[in-house]
């Protein structure tokens, strides 16, 4: 057996040793009247302290190595096919090289150098696809070269090329100083202190951001979005970084670093709502904190990030909604259900997988309603309940979901706020939500990273965002959970199971229906899927193994030693496998002996 096959087996063995507490407390529930210690819920002074220091530990580890905070800003605007651009060169040159950054728009250049000015020798095209948008790319070149004096490049299309870097036989970039150009060209060589080493994550687009950074830099810009097969809000949101650092690696994923941060306080509040106390509360907190999809995930410019955090945001609100008590004169559970309501529609207008999480909210309030309804809850308080949710989570989200369309609406030449009361914005939304519609029922293309619902469960397939290799070095990273996470998620959730049959455990039954909300409707989905769709009901996992801690914690004298002891282990394996969560170089064989746990994991 490999190292590898080691820890994973080692990781199992101490998954049945967590359970085996677990199955004590529960068997010492049963034998005594209450717990050994009551957990209070109020959030106090050493919650503030244990949440404090779990968030900036995190924020200083995601925010490192996020990317450069450095790449062209102005861009060579080449606005027909045939407009082309021409620098000469001090003196003849053999080029060894030539580096470019792409900017807006999509087509390719044709590229000919020559050593008079009138007999032009074509090189292979620069080409500025889809997927090389905002990324540095290395031009081919002819294999035999003769000194060249002048370049000319050439757009097939309406273009934006951002930087050009050329470099000399040896190697060695020229400076922009020896050459000579027009001032339309001007923008290709003003920012050379931008030009990197090489091409690699840090200072370009990856994954999906070739389609979400690209669509959050057109909203800045006021150009009609190309990726519409996913509602507005979160590219806005995306927008948002890119306004205050700039279109740099940094501004675009600056966003979801930030609201990857900002779900830790609260997660920390549910949980604390959940089970009481601060050590079950910070070391959950802890454990989500440094789960690998947590990390990976919100440091990539795409949505999903959003779309969890205003799950997490609905769900915390409709706790507190349903522990207060509604037949009060106080009448507190109107705010908690509002907040909810408007956190649904928020998730909603950035990704629609939180329709899922909608419909385990009225799972919920739904039970709830039939609980009060057998207690007696008079019939005016029902009715006002249902009008109020008839507001907060049909009206309000899609007034949200309706007003989050601007950009398109802007970019088509409307403009607000009368746009909105328009047949031409109406058509707009309602012509593009077909369109998300049908594109998303007819995904079907084939990845290599591909992977269906019941591999994420058992963590069988990670998607691999990053691969370079340099020699016996190679950087990488991908999306998928801490096994630890994984594993003993997936057994406390079966406990979760136990305990809505056998006690009626309504903490339990939270669980449960929203992590049955976020995965049910995936089994019955027939596109193309991938791992970091599982990235919500981790979630659900977490709390899950908070719901096992907190039976630990009230029926066990000795806790703290599996409590403290799986956090540790959670936080060791973030550290383990970080080379493979953040892109760092690393030997290839460290991958191969030490991260390939099980056979498809791409390490």
Known sequence: MTVAGVFAVAAIFFIFVISACFVRALEAGYDIHGPVRAAGRHFCRRDALALGIITVCYTATAFTGLGDTAAPQSFCKFTARGQYALIELSEPTTLGGIMYYTGLHTGAYRLE??????????????????????????AELNEEQEPVRYLRITADSCLWLGELALYDAEGGLISSDSLTYSGGTAALFDEQDTIPESPGYL???YFDEIYHARTAYENVQNVYPYEITHPPLGKLIIAAGIKLFGMTPFGWRFSGTLFGAAMLPVIYLLLKRLFGGTAVPACCTVIFAFDFMHFVQTRIATIDTYAVFFILLMYLFMYI???TDKDSARRGWRLPLALSGISFGIGCACKWTCIYAGAGLAVLWLLDRIFRTRRGCGAKEAVQNILWCLVF??????????????????????????????REYLDIVTDNNKYMFSYHSGISSTHPYSSRWYEWVLDIRPILYYLEYDGDMRSSFGAFLNPLVCWMGLAAMLFMVYLVAARRD?????????????????????RTTYEY???????????AIGRVFAEMRDYLPRWRRPVFGF???CTALFVMFYPVLSGAWIPAQYGAYFLKWLPRWPF
């Open 533 to 543: 769709h599982y990235f919500p009901s981790m979630v659900f996992l977490v709390l």
């Open 567 to 569: 956090t540790a282990a």
């Open 321 to 323: 909604y349903l522990r």
């Open 506 to 526: 309504k903490r339990a039954l939270f669980i449960l229906v929203g992590y049955l909300a976020q995965l049910v409707p995936w089994v019955f989905v027939t």
């Open 393 to 422: 989570f049909v009206a309000v989200p899609l007034g949200i979901y309706y007003v989050s369309y601007w950009p398109y609406g802007t970019s088509s030449g409307l403009s607000a706020p009368s746009m909105f009361f328009s």
């Open 113 to 138: 150098f020559s050593s008079d000015g009138e007999n032009w020798v074509d090189q292979p095209e620069m080409e500025q696809s889809y997927a090389d948008l905002f990324k540095w790319i290395e």
């Open 203 to 205: 200072n370009s687009t």
